[in-house]
């Protein structure tokens, strides 16, 4: 007996990391995801500046607290992703 989530990807619903060949990296819970694109639900984007926290410390707070989301919905094209993998990997 399935559900209504055999659609998905396998990470749907799981708290994600997207890193992006322009340097941003995204966490949020995946929604689906498939060859074209990344779909975050509740999601947070960091782009390191100067003044602001390494990617580093952004996501070894993000393991440990979560995020605010910003974007309730973002869709990212699956050709500028250069990695996805669960937030929970991180060690906090």
């Not at 997207?18 to 060859?35: H, Q």
């Not at 996501?59 to 669960?86: D, E, I, Q």
């Amino acid at each position: 007996m399935g559900t209504f989530h055999d659609n998905k990807h396998a990470l749907h619903g799981i708290t994600v990391v997207v890193e992006t060949d322009g340097g941003e990296t995204l966490v949020g819970r995946c929604d689906d995801m498939d060859d074209t694109r990344v779909i975050l639900l509740d999601a947070d984007v960091h782009q390191a500046t100067e003044d602001g926290p390494s990617k580093e410390d952004y996501l070894a707070r993000a393991s440990r607290f979560g995020v605010w989301p910003k974007h309730r919905r973002l869709v990212v094209a699956r050709s500028n992703v250069t990695a996805v993998r669960r937030l929970g990997e991180l060690s906090s």
